[in-house]
């Protein structure tokens, strides 16, 4: 399995980003985070069958994940980014389709990680 995240970039606060993850497989899906000098945090998870999705409680009611099934890609909308959000985010998929997956050893497959920054 390929995971391909792309859509990062440089944004002021308050600004929206919105990240890609071309996948090759319909896997469950997630989205972390890495700032330096932190742990991977989790940010998003989508259950590829049913769509039903979690979040983090630093991006809950900011950030939205979606799939679009014909195009086997997640995408992770991200709106209201503070300095705070600045992290390489990493897509990492898992191969069940119907749960949500919220902790980085659940995941077999990781993307190659892009880049945000927020800046004040």
């Known amino acids: 399995v390929q995971l391909q995240a792309s859509g990062g970039g440089l944004v002021q606060a308050g600004g929206s980003l919105r990240l890609s993850c071309a996948t090759s497989?319909?896997?469950?899906t997630g989205w972390f985070r890495q700032a330096p000098g932190k742990e991977r945090e989790f940010v998003a998870a989508?259950?590829?069958?049913?769509?039903?999705?979690d979040y983090g409680l630093a991006v809950k009611g900011r950030f939205t994940i979606s799939r679009d099934g014909a195009k086997n890609t997640v995408y992770l909308q991200m709106n209201s980014l503070t300095p705070e959000d600045t992290a390489v985010y990493y897509c990492?998929?898992?191969?069940?389709?119907?749960?949500?997956?919220?902790?980085?050893?659940?995941?077999?497959?990781w993307g190659q990680g892009t880049q945000v920054t927020v800046s004040s």
């Open positions: 990492a998929a898992s191969p069940f389709e119907d749960v949500l997956l919220i902790t980085p050893n659940e995941y077999d497959y």
């Open positions: 497989s319909r896997y469950a």
């Open positions: 989508i259950s590829w069958r049913g769509g039903s999705t």
